[in-house]
């Protein structure tokens, strides 16, 4: 199974955490987190990987993830990748960890910060929505 997914993250507390080799110590804010990822290989897989504890430290969410804990998974299932196209929405209505997870492509983040849980769930939601594509939530 192919797909995209947004991963609503809970941070308890303000909290300096170091992000890999490259990006180094950031400065994050208590509050809520969307990162946008995508699965073209297995997206259950990825999903699961990403719940884990036990777990290599090797993309950038990995060190937040240490952190931080997952509330939600919001997801679709589609050959086509679409999580460009989702952090573009998202970067219109919320504030971007600059540079992160976000190597591989041109945007300029792909990790979002929001005060509150339904800020993010909804926005995530309405993402969805404004390019039509059918989605699930995961409550994990």
């Known amino acids: 199974m192919k797909g995209c997914y947004c991963l609503i993250i809970k941070l308890n507390n303000d909290r300096t955490v170091k992000i890999g080799k490259k990006l180094g110590k950031i400065e994050f804010k208590k509050g809520y987190y969307v990162y946008v990822g995508s699965a073209m290989?297995?997206?259950e897989s990825r999903i699961k990987r990403h719940l884990s504890d036990e777990k290599k430290l090797?993309?950038?969410i990995d060190y937040f993830l240490k952190e931080s804990e997952i509330e939600k998974v919001i997801c679709n299932v589609s050959p086509k990748k679409i999580e460009c196209e989702l952090s573009q929405f998202l970067t219109s209505k919320a504030y971007g960890i600059e540079g992160f997870g976000c190597s591989d492509c041109d945007c300029e983040s792909h990790l979002y910060y929001f005060e509150s849980k339904n800020q993010a769930v909804q926005t995530v939601?309405?993402?969805?929505?404004?390019?039509?594509?059918?989605?699930?939530?995961?409550?994990?």
């Open 58 to 60: 090797h993309w950038h």
């Open 125 to 140: 939601k309405y993402a969805y929505d404004s390019l039509a594509i059918d989605f699930r939530i995961i409550n994990p």
């Open 41 to 43: 290989n297995s997206l």
